[in-house]
C-alpha cells in the first residue's frame, strides 16, 4: 500500500476527493452527494490491487478523513449538508464494500493460484509422458543394437581367451592384444549399460524408509569425497520418511548422482561441500543431493536425463537416463535446478502413511 501504484491509484484521489469536498460550499448539495460516493473508486482499487487488508485499510482512511466534513459542529464551518443517517450509512458502506471487494479478490487470487499449480502439473506430467514415450521407443532400439553386438562380442572374447595364450608375453605383439582385449571389455561393459537403459531389472518395492537409503549413500560416496576434499553432509527427517522402493536402485540412483557432482566440485580445484537429505513434502518423500558445483547451464537443463546427453566427454550419457527409468518405476520423479548450495538433484517419490 506504499508503492507508486498505490499512492497513484488510492491514496492520491482520496485526498483530491476529500480537498474538493470540505471545499465545496454547502449550497451545492448535488455536488456533496457525488464526492461521497466517489470515495467507493480508491476502496474498490486498493481491494482490486492488495486484497481484504487494502480493501478495508482504504476505507478506514476514507471514513476517517469524511467523518469531520460529515459531522462537524464547528460554528462557521461550512459541512456535508446530507443527512445525517445518509452520511452515517455511507460510512458503514465504505466498510462493507471494502470489505467484499477485498475477500472478492483474494478468493480470485487463489483460485488463480490453484490454477496456475494445475496447470504447472499438467505440463509437467506432459513433458514426463512425452519423455517416457521417447524413452520407451528409444529402449526398443538399444535393446535391438546391444544384443546385435553383444553376439559378436561373445566370439571374440572366446576367440581371444584361445590365442592369448598362444602370443609370447615378450613379444612385440603382445602390447597390441592387450590393448586389444581390454578395448573388448569395454565395449562388452558399454553394450551391459545399453541393456540396462533399455531393460532396467523389475523393481522389488517393499516398505522402507528413505532416511536409510541417504545414510547408504553417504556410505558409499564417503572416501571418494575425503580423497576430493568434498565434505559430505547428511540431512535427515526427523521421524520415518516410509515409501514403497527398491533400496538397492534408489541407492545406485543416489550413488550416481553423488558421483557426478564430486567430479564437478573436483573440478573446480577447491574443497566442497554435498549434502544429501531425506525429506517429507506433504504426500512425497524427497530424496535431495545438493553440491556446490558449478552451476547448470540453463541450455544444458533440459537434456540432463536425456539418453547419450552428456557433459563429461568420458561419459556415456546413460546414468541420468537410467535414473530417470528408475524413478518412473517408483511411480516419481527427478529433476535438477540451481539452488540450494548450488545444484540440487531432487527425487520425489509417492510417500506412504507411516
Known sequence: ???????????????????????????????????????????????????????????????????????????????????????????????????????????????????????????RLTRELVRAGRLSALGEVVAGLAHEIKNPLHALAGTAEVVGPLIPPDAEERRMWDIHVAELGRLSRLAERFLSFARPSPSELVALDLRRVAEQVAELCVAEARGKRVEVELDLHDAPVDIRGDRDQLASLGLHIAVNALRAIASTGRPGRLRIAARVDGDHALLVLDNDGPPLLETERPQLFTPFYSGDAQGTGLGLAIAARVADQHGGSIDAENAGLGVRFTLRLPRIAG
Open 1 to 123: 500500500m506504499l508503492s507508486p501504484r498505490a499512492f497513484v491509484r488510492v491514496w492520491l484521489p482520496i485526498a483530491a476527493f476529500t480537498a474538493l469536498h470540505y471545499g465545496t460550499g454547502m449550497e451545492h448539495d448535488w455536488a456533496h452527494d457525488v464526492l461521497r460516493r466517489m470515495y467507493y473508486l480508491p476502496i474498490v482499487l486498493a481491494a482490486f490491487d492488495h486484497g481484504l487488508r487494502g480493501g478495508l485499510l482504504a476505507a478506514a482512511v476514507s471514513s476517517l478523513v469524511y467523518l469531520p466534513h460529515a459531522f462537524s459542529l464547528s460554528p462557521g464551518h461550512h459541512h456535508d449538508p446530507g443527512g445525517g443517517l445518509d452520511k452515517a450509512l455511507e460510512v458503514l458502506l465504505y466498510n462493507l464494500v471494502g470489505a467484499t471487494a477485498g475477500l472478492l479478490a483474494d478468493r480470485e487470487r487463489s483460485r488463480r493460484r490453484e490454477l496456475q499449480r494445475a496447470l504447472a502439473d499438467q505440463q
